[in-house]
């Protein structure tokens, strides 16, 4: 069985799942209760000044009978005393000392603001602190959350200010409610961080009731942006968890955040290069006990593949990953329907003729009877027929030889300067 173990820039973690800064983990209950199903850390719901909830605070945006495929939530930092945080913390702690809990905080931006709550913290015995540095709504109106995380002079301040009085390492959380996640997470760098975590939630709005005319959520008949997670968001995530691990100027760990639900999606952002990963909407859509399938998932992925620790999978796709202007124009694919599989349905021909290019004919053969045949020269390779086919191994995708070397696009810009100036470049 492979080691699950990972080191989060010095945070020792019996598995990479950890649960995010979120309802569910609120309480000291529900930690221990999570720690108990197998989870390998939590981050504690933010603290900071207590703060008053709405009634109706989230929601969920479901899709083609999938429920929870995005989740809507306008609920703000803990509301609970500090103290009472503090003092579950501690007795959370005791009882499992090889689980790891980091503290999630958020406070005004002021250096005396921050000193005093990384010392009441780290006074309990936490294993690392995250600064919230993303919420989106709420306290971002108050100058906190996104409001500091989408100005990187302040990021960088502020990881400073802790960094000058904590003892255990800093996680800076981003927000993704900016045009480049790099330039925050460079900050959180110079700042003094020891490891970022991303991505906390995106500004959004569920839905509209076209009976009441109302926001989804709403509250007594008024509405307000929230902050969009689950599923729908992976994507997204995963593309800012790979732009910050092949930024040589971003030098730290990363916590990966959005949209993970199973071990596959974790082993993902691993490759991309996240040491560990938060999860969220999964556990609050199927609870706490979802840690053990992805355990062991994980653990059989690891097996199978003769790979001895999840450590060995951090970052093994970031080379992989590159800007469009490296990659090659002269590879090429074409789809090829494999007929025995082929059901019929149409659905490749119709989404290549009315929203493609137009290169799958329906013919006859000599039975009279209908199929399909994609015209190879015509075909780009975009891979839209193999995506609405709803048959596994009906449409292929096949690699073709090079027909002419390989080349990129900045390399043919480079070619075309130095003919039109006759100067080569370097």
């Known amino acids: ?28 209950y529900q930690v221990q209760r999570a720690f108990e199903a197998g989870w390998g850390g939590a981050v504690w719901k933010t603290l900071g000044e207590p703060i008053i909830n709405t009634s109706s605070r989230f929601a969920a945006v479901s899709f083609n009978g999938q429920r929870v495929a995005g989740f809507n939530n306008i609920e703000l930092i ?19 000392p090889n689980h790891v809990i980091v503290a999630s905080l958020m406070v005004e931006p002021k250096q005396e603001k921050w000193h005093e709550i990384v010392k009441r913290v780290e006074d309990v015995g936490v294993d690392g602190l995250e600064l919230n540095f993303g919420c989106p709504h709420g306290m971002a109106e108050r100058g906190m959350g996104a409001a500091s995380g989408q100005v990187p002079e302040l990021v960088e301040k502020q990881t400073h200010w802790v960094k ?42 569920a839905a509209v ?14 509405g307000a942006h929230g902050g969009y997670c689950g599923p729908a968001v992976k994507p997204i995530a995963l593309h800012m968890v ?3 691990a092949r930024n040589p100027r971003i030098h730290i760990p990363i916590s990966g955040i959005g949209g993970i639900s199973n071990w596959q999606n974790a082993v993902e952002f691993m490759l ?31 097996d199978e593949k003769g790979i001895a620790s999840a450590m060995d999978l951090v970052g093994k796709s970031v080379p992989k ?16 329907i494999n007929q025995e599989n082929c059901i019929k349905c149409n659905r490749c021909h119709i989404s290549c003729e009315d929203t493609s290019h137009q290169c799958i004919d329906r013919l006859m053969d000599e039975k009279d009877e209908g199929y399909l045949k994609v015209r190879e020269e015509d075909c780009v390779g975009c891979n839209l027929c193999s995506i609405v086919c709803p048959v596994e191994g009906a449409i292929d ?13 900045n390399e043919r810009q480079t070619v075309l300067k130095t003919l039109s100036t006759g100067v080569m470049t370097p």
């Open 78 to 96: 803990t509301d609970r005393p500090l103290e009472v945080n503090l003092k579950e913390i501690y007795e959370t702690k005791k009882r499992f």
């Open 321 to 336: 990953y590159a800007d469009w202007g490296d990659l090659d124009l002269n590879y090429r694919i074409i789809a090829r």
């Open 397 to 409: 995708m096949v690699e073709l030889a090079h027909e002419v070397a390989p080349m990129t696009w």
């Open 1 to 28: 069985m492979a080691d699950l173990q990972i080191n989060l820039a010095g945070i020792r973690s019996p598995n990479p799942f950890w649960l995010a800064s979120a309802p569910p983990t609120n309480s000291g």
């Open 164 to 205: 000058e009085v904590a003892k255990t390492p800093v996680i800076v959380k981003l927000t993704p409610n900016i045009t480049d996640i790099t330039v925050t997470a460079e900050a959180a760098a110079n700042g003094g961080a020891d490891a970022i975590s991303m991505i906390n939630t995106i500004n959004s709005l």
């Open 242 to 244: 790979g732009e910050c």
């Open 209 to 222: 009731d076209l009976e009441t005319w109302n926001t989804v959520p709403h509250v007594g008949g008024l």
């Open 272 to 302: 991309m290069g996240a040491t560990g990963v938060q999860v969220c909407t999964a556990a609050m859509h199927h609870g706490f006990r979802i840690v053990e399938d992805m355990i062991e998932g994980m653990n059989h992925y690891l």
